[in-house]
C-alpha cells in the first residue's frame, strides 16, 4: 500500500491539506499518516490531531510526503530539513504549501526547482535562497517531484499533487477537483450530476 505523510506542526493551518488527504484516503491503495515534532499538534482551526509518526520515523520510501502550512514554519530542526533534502535529491515526491514553502526556501531546497509560495519578497534575507528568477507568480507550480502552492491555493494544490503522483489521469483529476472548485450546479452544468 502506498503511504501519504502529512507533516503537520503545531498550529498547522487545517483546510490546506483537507481536500488532498480526502481524495487520497477514498483510494484502498493509499494510506494516510501523520508526522510531526510533537505526539499531538492542534491546528489553527483548533482541531487536535495526534501524530502518528515522528519525524525521525518517516519511511524513505514513502511514496508522497506533504508539508502543510501555518504558523510553526519558521523550527529550526536539522531531521526534517534532512529527510526532505534527501527526499528530494532522490527523487521521491515531495509537496509544500504556504509557510512549508517558506521553510523550504530558508533551507535552500528550492533550488533547482521552479516553485511559488505565499510571496517572494519574505524571503529576501534567506541566505540559502538562491534561485530567486526560478519564482513563478502563480497559485501552485508543479516542478519534477516538487510541488509547491500558496496558502489561498489548497485546491490547486491537491490537483497539482494528485496529478504528479498519477493518482488518476489529469482530466479525471480535474474533473474530480471541479466538483469543488466550481460549486455543484455549475459543475452539474458542465459535466451533468456526479451522483446520478
Known amino acids: 500500500m502506498k503511504q501519504a505523510i502529512f507533516v503537520m506542526l503545531d498550529e498547522y493551518a487545517d483546510w490546506e491539506g483537507a481536500y488532498l488527504s480526502s481524495q487520497l484516503n477514498q483510494s484502498s491503495d493509499w494510506e494516510i499518516k501523520t508526522a510531526s515534532t510533537t505526539a499531538e499538534v492542534t491546528s489553527i482551526g483548533g482541531i487536535r490531531t495526534k501524530i502518528t509518526d515522528k519525524i525521525a520515523d518517516i519511511p524513505s520510501d514513502c511514496e508522497l510526503l506533504i508539508l502543510i502550512g501555518g504558523n510553526s514554519w519558521t523550527i529550526k530542526n536539522d531531521q526534517l530539513k534532512e529527510v526532505i533534502a534527501r527526499r528530494l535529491i532522490t527523487g521521491k515526491s515531495v509537496a509544500a504549501i504556504c509557510g512549508?514553502?517558506?521553510y523550504l526556501a530558508e533551507n535552500g531546497?528550492?533550488?533547482?526547482?521552479?516553485?511559488?509560495?505565499?510571496a517572494q519578497y519574505l524571503w529576501q534575507n534567506?541566505?540559502?535562497y538562491k534561485n530567486g528568477t526560478d519564482f513563478v507568480s502563480e497559485d501552485a507550480v508543479c516542478c519534477r517531484n516538487l510541488v509547491t502552492a500558496n496558502?489561498?491555493?489548497p485546491l490547486k494544490f491537491t490537483e497539482q499533487v494528485l496529478q504528479m503522483i498519477k493518482f488518476k489521469d489529469n482530466e479525471q483529476v480535474t474533473r474530480d477537483i471541479d466538483l469543488y472548485r466550481l460549486g455543484f450546479?455549475?459543475?452539474c452544468e458542465k459535466y451533468g450530476n456526479p451522483f446520478v
Open 126 to 128: 534567506f541566505a540559502e
Open 109 to 118: 531546497l528550492l533550488t533547482g526547482y521552479k516553485h511559488t509560495g505565499n
Open 151 to 153: 496558502g489561498t491555493a
Open 185 to 187: 450546479y455549475k459543475y
Open 100 to 102: 512549508a514553502v517558506d
